[in-house]
């Protein structure tokens, strides 16, 4: 079976490699470039020490590897997406539509066609039921990646192989200690998908810039103070607002005013609401149910976290509304709605929230 292997350098990839070699596998590994534009071209927003620790998995495990250049069309799809949305006030998620778009997109049209199989580090499941491919979730519930996978094609799940979905973090990092990796002590990477170690808020700052705007108390109306862009705050964001008298949270935002709305207290009341409705409904392996226009138990996430929450799933016309057993905080626009089965086990795909 051929195998390509996606490296990034870090202990969850070289780890991933490591048991690909121990089962049996010479897969070859692609270590993906990516960049943001300017005006002289694009910014490599790769960091040279991760193409050094995957170079020296290259050499220490004998295998094939090939560094692959998408600037472009990182820039096209991804950053696009991402700007695009930020600057109509939503609140997207980068991660999704890197792995549909770039991970197992383009890379799949000119370097993955001719393997087997796709392996990456990322913390999750396949299973075959019903002679079917399904995205299942991960051993390790807090590392649990499957929300940013919700928006891959039924012809990429069928593809993939997650050699560490089935082990702990602290599994994945003892045999990282016990192999004598250079990544055995490297931090979990942060930003957007490949941003390496390129800030968010300095992403935001370069490409969208700064405007002054005010920040009003929901409740009163009251001003309390003034913020750079309301592109730079999140729905139910908590810090950086520099307010006194807190906890504040951002509730709502206007973005043709360029007005943030925040509430004070802890968890406000208006953080909450218990009916999400989503468009653009995508189902990775197709329809799970038999009668797509009747209510389904499930459960879902709005955000990557190690919680799951129940629901019902039901058809609204064109769209899905997701009606919670209980009022959850910090729905925003922009984002992905991940709908699973009732065991959490089941990854059946994700919309964008309205």
């Given at each position: 079976m051929k195998i390509a292997?996606?490296?990034?350098?870090?202990?969850?990839s070289s780890v991933m490699?490591?048991?690909?070699k121990e089962q049996g596998h010479e897969p070859v590994i692609f270590y993906i470039r990516i960049g943001m534009k300017d005006e002289e071209g694009f910014l490599d927003c790769s960091s040279e020490e991760d193409i050094e620790l995957t170079t020296w998995l290259a050499k220490y495990y004998g295998l094939k590897m090939e560094v692959v250049p998408l600037h472009k069309e990182y820039w096209d799809n991804v950053m696009a997406y991402a700007l695009d949305a930020v600057r109509k006030g939503l609140t997207p998620n980068p991660d999704v539509m890197c792995n549909?778009?770039?991970?197992?997109?383009?890379?799949?049209?000119?370097?993955?066609?001719?393997?087997?199989?796709?392996a990456t580090g990322h913390y999750a499941n396949t299973v075959v039921e019903a002679g079917k491919t399904w995205l299942s979730t991960a051993k390790d519930q807090i590392k649990d990646q499957t929300d940013f996978l919700a928006q891959i094609t039924y012809s990429q799940v069928s593809k993939l192989l997650f050699?560490?979905?089935?082990?702990?973090?602290?599994?994945?990092?003892?045999?990282?200690?016990?192999?004598?990796?250079?990544?055995?002590?490297?931090?979990?990477?942060?930003?957007?998908?490949?941003?390496?170690?390129?800030?968010?808020?300095?992403?935001?700052?370069?490409?969208?810039?700064?405007?002054?705007?005010k920040i009003i108390e929901l409740e009163?109306?009251?001003?309390?103070?003034?913020?750079?862009?309301?592109?730079?705050?999140?729905i139910g964001q908590r810090k950086g607002l520099n307010?006194?008298?807190?906890?504040?949270?951002?509730?709502?935002?206007d973005s043709s005013e360029n007005i943030i709305f925040v509430s004070n207290g802890y968890d406000p009341e208006s953080q909450y609401q218990d009916?999400?409705?989503?468009?653009?409904?995508?189902?990775?392996?197709?329809?799970?149910?038999?009668?797509?226009?009747?209510?389904?138990?499930?459960?879902?996430?709005?955000r990557h976290t190690p919680d799951f929450t129940k629901g019902t799933l039901i058809k609204n016309g064109e769209g899905y509304v997701i009606e919670s057993t209980k009022p959850?905080?910090?729905?925003?626009?922009?984002?992905?709605?991940?709908?699973?089965?009732?065991d959490s086990r089941i990854c059946f795909g994700s919309g964008v929230i309205e």
């Open positions: 292997a996606l490296v990034s350098g870090g202990v969850d490699l490591h048991l690909l549909r778009l770039i991970k197992f997109g383009e890379f799949e049209k000119y370097w993955g066609k001719d393997f087997d199989k796709i050699p560490v979905g089935n082990l702990m973090k602290s599994e994945v990092r003892a045999i990282a200690h016990k192999q004598n990796m250079p990544s055995a002590h490297r931090r979990d990477s942060q930003g957007i998908c490949f941003l390496g170690k390129v800030n968010y808020v300095d992403f935001l700052r370069k490409y969208i810039g700064e405007r002054e705007g009163t109306g009251k001003i309390l103070g003034k913020h750079k862009g309301y592109w730079f705050h999140t307010l006194g008298g807190g906890p504040w949270f951002v509730v709502k935002k009916v999400i409705h989503l468009t653009n409904f995508h189902l990775i392996s197709g329809n799970p149910w038999e009668n797509s226009d009747s209510q389904h138990e499930i459960t879902f996430k709005i959850v905080s910090g729905v925003a626009a922009g984002q992905f709605g991940v709908v699973y089965d009732v």
